[in-house]
Nanobody, 115 residues
Framework: QVQLVESGGGLVQAGGSLRLSCAAS????????MSWYRQAPGKQRELVAA???????KYSDSVKGRFSISTDNANNAVFLQMNSLKPEDTAVYYC?????????WGQGTQVTVSS
């Protein structure tokens, strides 16, 4: 059972930056895809960014050019650097891992962007 623990959320003003971290209990080199999702109140959970085992990345159109996903294999972590934050980025952000046919979720971290 893979354990994922997110950190780095908080309250920030519009235009500011935050860096989310997700620490995995196992080597991330065994994961097929690591992703960040978010869920705003009353909305469905949506994919924000993903990085594959070959380091290919994918971003939602709403964050492209502002957010960046990266990994630290030595420390079994994945990061989401969020710049130029907007109030509409306010949500609970979740770390997600796909390994073979199994998926794992973290508990989420709240990001609130004030206008």
């Amino acid at each position: 059972q893979v354990q994922l623990v997110e950190s780095g959320g908080g309250l920030v003003q519009a235009g500011g930056s935050l860096r989310l971290s997700c620490a995995a209990s196992e080597s991330i080199s065994s994961f097929n895809v690591m992703s960040w999702y978010r869920q705003a109140p009353g909305k469905q959970r949506e994919l924000v960014a993903a990085i594959g085992s070959g380091a290919s990345t994918k971003y939602s159109d709403s964050v492209k050019g502002r957010f960046s996903i990266s990994t630290d294999n030595a420390n079994n972590a994945v990061f989401l650097q969020m710049n130029s934050l907007k109030p509409e980025d306010t949500a609970v952000y979740y770390c997600h891992v796909l390994r073979l046919l199994r998926t794992y979720w973290g508990q989420g971290t709240q990001v609130t962007v004030s206008s």
